[in-house]
T-cell receptor
C-alpha cells in the first residue's frame, strides 16, 4: 500500500526554527510537495522536490532523500502567521498526489 | 492570474435538494480536480479531468456528478446527499497530469453542510 507519515502536531516558539518530517512509501515517485493550510482555507503550495537535496525559498526550505523515502520542511524565524497545518504529498507512478495527514504547527509567543 | 475561483463559499442543503458547485480557472491549466476534505484530514481525491475528459473517478458515489463544460470550468452536481457528505469541497488545477512541478493550485473551497 501507499503510506505517508508525518507527526500529528508540533509546537514551536516565535522566532525559532522548526523541522517537520515526512516519510513515504509509494508506488513510484514523481516528486514531493509541501503545502500549507490554514484552518478552513485551501492548501497553498510551498515547495517541490524531485531530486535529492535541499531547496531553499526564503524562510522555508525543503529537503529530500529518495533512497530513504524521507523529506523535511524547515521553517526559520517563525512567525505567528506560520501556525497552520503542513501537508506532505507525493506524486506516484500514475502522477496522482498521495497526501499525508498533515502536521498541525502551533506557534507560541 | 494564479487563482482558482470556487462558488459558493458556503452551502447548506437538504438531503432531497439538487445543487451544483462551480470552479473556474484562467491559467490555461488542462488538469482539474475535485477533492473532499473532512476536518483534520488531508484532501481526498474524488475526480480528475484531463483535457476536459474524465481521467480518474475514485469510486465516488453517483450522488456526486462532475462536469467539465470547457477547459476553464469544472462543476460538481450534487443530488440526494447524506449528512456524512458534509465537508470542505476543494477544486484544484495544474498545468497537466504529467511530469515536472505541475503543482496544484487550490480554490478556497465550498463548505458544504447537508441537513
Amino acid at each position: 500500500g501507499q503510506n505517508i507519515d508525518q507527526p500529528t502536531e508540533m509546537t514551536a516558539t516565535e522566532g525559532a526554527i522548526v523541522q517537520i518530517n515526512c516519510t513515504y512509501q509509494t508506488s513510484g515517485f514523481n516528486g514531493l510537495f509541501w503545502y500549507q493550510q490554514h484552518a478552513g482555507e485551501a492548501p497553498t503550495f510551498l515547495s517541490y522536490n524531485v531530486l535529492d537535496g535541499l531547496e531553499e525559498k526564503g524562510r522555508f526550505s525543503s529537503f529530500l532523500s529518495r533512497s530513504k523515502g524521507y523529506s523535511y520542511l524547515l521553517l526559520k524565524e517563525l512567525q505567528m502567521k506560520d501556525s497552520a497545518s503542513y501537508l506532505c504529498a507525493v506524486k506516484d507512478s500514475n502522477y496522482q498526489l498521495i497526501w499525508g495527514a498533515g502536521t498541525k504547527l502551533i506557534i507560541k509567543p | 492570474d494564479t487563482e482558482v475561483t470556487q462558488t459558493p463559499k458556503h452551502l447548506v442543503m437538504g438531503m432531497t435538494n439538487k445543487k451544483s458547485l462551480k470552479c473556474e480557472q484562467h491559467m490555461g491549466h488542462r488538469a482539474m480536480y475535485w477533492y473532499k476534505q473532512k476536518a483534520k484530514k488531508p484532501p481526498e481525491l474524488m475526480f480528475v479531468y484531463s483535457y476536459e475528459k474524465l481521467s480518474i473517478n475514485e469510486s465516488v458515489p453517483s450522488r456526486f456528478s462532475p462536469e467539465c463544460p470547457n477547459s476553464s470550468l469544472l462543476n460538481l452536481h450534487l443530488h440526494a446527499l447524506q449528512p456524512e457528505d458534509s465537508a470542505l469541497y476543494l477544486c484544484a488545477s495544474s498545468q497537466d497530469l504529467g511530469r515536472g512541478t505541475t503543482e496544484a493550485f487550490f480554490g478556497q473551497g465550498t463548505r458544504l453542510t447537508v441537513v
